[in-house]
């Protein structure tokens, strides 16, 4: 048994908005949480992730592609100095690719 089913172009329309996107979350006094692409249902492309109660200060922010961290992803101290850069491929930390650690007071601490 066979079905089949019509959609007019609208209703198309609404399904490929759904599958791409880009999602936001938001903390309760109204501060951006995260912000997310979507395509295809999964996350691909920029992902940006905030403190709370930091003024907007960025926590972490990188690149998903097909659903896994891909590339250079930085994490922020919450003071908004850098405390790392590093790469990732497929959804793996990448050992052999380069990463910096510093420490607070932006020291450097580590770097390949």
């Known amino acids: 048994m066979h079905s089949l089913m ?4 609208s209703q198309k329309n609404i399904r490929l908005e ?3 996107m880009v999602k ?3 903390y309760a006094d109204g501060q951006k949480s995260f912000e997310a692409t979507y395509k295809d249902g999964e996350a691909n492309g920029k992902w940006t ?3 709370e109660y930091e003024n907007g200060q960025k926590k972490e922010e990188g690149t998903y592609k097909d659903g896994e961290k891909d590339g250079k992803w930085t ?3 919450d003071n908004g100095k850098k ?3 590093k790469t990732y491929k497929d959804g793996t930390y990448n050992y052999d690719g380069p ?3 510093w420490y607070e007071n932006e020291k450097k601490l580590h770097s390949t």
């Open 6 to 9: 019509i959609m007019t172009s």
């Open 18 to 20: 759904a599958l791409n």
């Open 24 to 26: 936001q979350a938001r």
């Open 49 to 51: 992730v905030w403190y």
């Open 75 to 77: 994490d922020w101290w």
């Open 83 to 85: 405390r790392y850069e």
């Open 99 to 101: 990463s910096t650690y």
